[in-house]
């Protein structure tokens, strides 16, 4: 079992003259599985935490409970603190990753639908029509023509008559995307 993070971990404090601390943490079916500590040792065990050690809480049915960074986790494959503390970052790392090519991949979706939006102006229409003399720059075609980007909005092209040509169907199909 790979380390999964529990919830309903209970630090109960207690004792009258002598301080303690116990950990209750849910075992299989209704069941906790709980250890009692000193002061002392829980606040090395908070240091631990405030320092980014994973801290051995207890360990019973073949599992181990770990503290790390505020969160309990339990395994089975008898992890050392290091090991624990690698995987849990490792685990961090992919998740940072994955939420930032996320990111980039809306903003980027945004942008394409931004630009997918924005209409090209009158004028800059009128203006290349006249510039390319109604026809396909690259066939000479009169029919089903089509405005192109030359550099396509998707690479950072603009909507102006620079950037703007007239194309067939058939030759912007051809075109696509490339520049």
């Known amino acids: 079992m790979a380390l999964k993070k529990v919830g309903n971990?209970?630090?109960v404090q207690g004792g009258v003259f002598r301080r303690h601390y116990e950990f209750r943490v849910p075992?299989?079916?209704s069941s906790y599985w709980w250890r009692r500590v000193s002061e002392?040792?829980?606040?090395i065990m908070k240091r631990g935490q405030s320092l980014g050690v994973a801290m051995w809480v207890l360990g019973a049915e073949g599992r181990t409970c770990w503290w790390y960074q505020g969160d309990?986790?339990?395994e089975s494959d008898g992890y050392s603190s290091e090991e624990v503390q690698l995987f849990l970052w490792d685990r961090e790392q992919k998740k940072q990753r994955k939420v930032e090519r996320l990111r980039k991949e809306v903003l980027s979706e945004h942008a394409i639908d931004q630009a997918r939006r924005e209409r090209i102006p009158e004028n800059v229409r009128i203006l290349v029509w006249k510039r390319d003399g109604g026809r396909c720059v690259q066939c000479g075609s009169q029919e089903n023509l089509e405005f192109?980007?030359?550099?396509?909005?998707?690479?950072?092209?603009?909507s102006t008559a620079r950037n703007i040509q007239l194309l067939c169907e058939a030759c912007n199909r051809r075109k696509s995307d490339n520049i």
Not at 40 to 43: L, S
Not at 148 to 158: F, S, W, Y
């Open 72 to 74: 309990f986790y339990v």
């Open 40 to 43: 002392e040792d829980y606040e």
């Open 27 to 29: 075992g299989r079916g």
């Open 148 to 158: 192109d980007h030359i550099i396509p909005l998707a690479r950072g092209g603009g």
């Open 9 to 11: 971990v209970k630090i």
